[in-house]
């Protein structure tokens, strides 16, 4: 529908856009439509607020965007919790803006991304509604997983299975009579039944919101935990967690709930659909895979030939910011996807994370996901995620490594993605008030975490206060903090040391410079404080984690996230330097 044909304009600004091969270095940018640009000033982002901000996009010099759930949704999960699958929420706008989005966004050389939620829908959705008001047993039913509770009365869960957002993975339904009756099972929020695969008419309605969206020129789809979906038909209880008092989500090898030897089919069948496309303007769609996955070979396994093309790769997000961390995840990310002849990714953050300047600012930096409200920072092994407990975070020195980090995420082999807002240098927001906290964690936990708010802030644009060119007067639907005046994109836009133009410095860079497309990776030893390589024989990129200033290769400095002091690349910080 969409024609994408190479006009000059496309050229000038992206000249990679034709290529079949564009996503395998492509710097995608992640839009969180709820809080990115509110054109109908109600409070909340919407497509027509996206559409106005692509020529950002464009001079930022990105390559594609990819946009989180715009689907109708009550937003018990942020969006993630998709009532219809083929429509825009008449909150974001509607089919004929996404339209124009897409239109927009090729004729500025920009390719979208937008998000497949394959494993759960809404509560909301009608296939779920008919669902509850089918008989235990009947077709309906056997789209989702119900299932007799244990038990004398039925009355206890079917297997222990925990919800990722806390509390159990089960909710009992009530039948017409008043009664109890079965139960179903939900992976994350309440409000997010999850879908049966094994029964053919899931996969099947997902090959048909596929094409939807492709023919109507989606250039490809982020996949929304692709390592769930199947799961063992006998439904096994598994470890539980001393954390949650439910089953563990700890994803190990042989799970019955992730990676279970089913989704391999799933995928193959996706990656089928979008060959479909191959002879058209856009070419083959792509895919890139949300799943977070011990050991990396496991998520190799996700980008094989036949299966998905690219897979976020988190061990950046999940590294400490120190050179031997930062190092391990190079030399074990690059081979691992070079041995399947996919690119690797890098990503600092998204809509599930602290934000980076935030983690990198605290005195752990391989911290992540829910901030406690608890006293002590707390663990559990099971789950391998420790909780982010409130200490105070130094900004200052927060941002100064997430610069550093933004560099050198931008100068690896591979793909790049940037969460909207990384580009400003924002902090997560700490202290968003109880009463506003919207994610389902908050509640789920009982109120222990305080989940994912603080990321999902909306933008400030331009201003001196909040709505801060978010909206023109509505308060923003989560609280902007009054110290983004200095932040603003317009406020950053004229200021040559703002993180907005080391981001457009370097995306320009790496556009204009082929060793960011071709050159292979060679190690330099600057010291074991120092990370170091060059990219083909004329680039060097030295990132110093050590208290020493370091001395640099002879060139000429390109860029760097800090001023070099005479002459030497200080702590916390990364420069780029042609040979
Ligand atoms: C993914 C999304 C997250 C959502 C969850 C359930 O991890 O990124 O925001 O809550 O899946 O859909």
Known sequence: MTNASATPQIAAQNPHFHDPDWWRNAVVYQVYPRSFADADNNGTGDVQGIISKLPYLADLGVDALWVSPWYPSPLLDGGYDVADYRDISPRFGTLADADELLTTAHRL????????????????????????????????????????????????????????FGGPAWSRTTNPDGTPGQWYLHMFDVSQPDWNWDNPAVPALFDDVLRFWFDRGVDGFRIDVADAMAKDPALPDVTLSPFTGHGANDKHEGSPQWDYPGVEAIQRRWRAVAREYADSDLGERVFVAEAYLDPIQRLIEYVTPDRLHSTFNFDALLSEWSAESQRAVITKSLPAHGAVGAPTTWVLGNHDTIRVVTRFGKPETGTNFAQSVEGEGWEDPAERTIRMHPIPTDVELGLRRARAA???????????????????????????????????????????????????????????????????????????????????????????????????????????????????????????????????????VVVNFGSAPVSLPAGEVLLTSAPLVEGLLPLDATTWIAL
């Open 109 to 164: 050389g920009l390719r979208v991304f937008i998000d497949l939620v394959p494993n759960h829908s809404s509560w909301d959705h009608p296939l779920f509604q008919a669902a509850l008001a089918a008989a235990p047993g009947s077709p309906e039913r056997e789209l989702y997983y119900f299932r007799d509770g244990r038990g004398e009365n039925g009355d206890l869960p079917p297997n222990n299975w925990g919800s990722m």
């Open 406 to 540: 933004a560099l050198l995420e931008l100068s690896l082999p591979g793909g790049a993605y940037v969460y909207q807002g990384e580009e400003l240098g924002l902090p997560e927001v700490e202290d968003i008030p109880e009463d506003l906290l919207d994610d389902p964690t908050w509640e789920r936990s009982g109120r222990r975490l305080r989940g994912r708010d603080g990321c999902r802030v909306p933008m400030p644009w331009s201003g001196q206060a909040s709505p801060f060119g978010f909206g023109t007067d509505a308060q923003p639907w989560l609280p902007q903090p009054a110290a983004w005046a200095d932040l603003t994109a317009e406020k950053q836009a004229s200021d040559p040391g703002s993180t907005l133009s080391l981001y457009r410095a370097a995306l320009a860079l790496r556009r204009a410079r082929p060793e960011f497309r071709t050159g292979e990776l060679s190690w330099l030893d600057l010291g074991a404080d120092v990370v170091a390589f060059q990219r083909g024989d004329a680039l060097a």
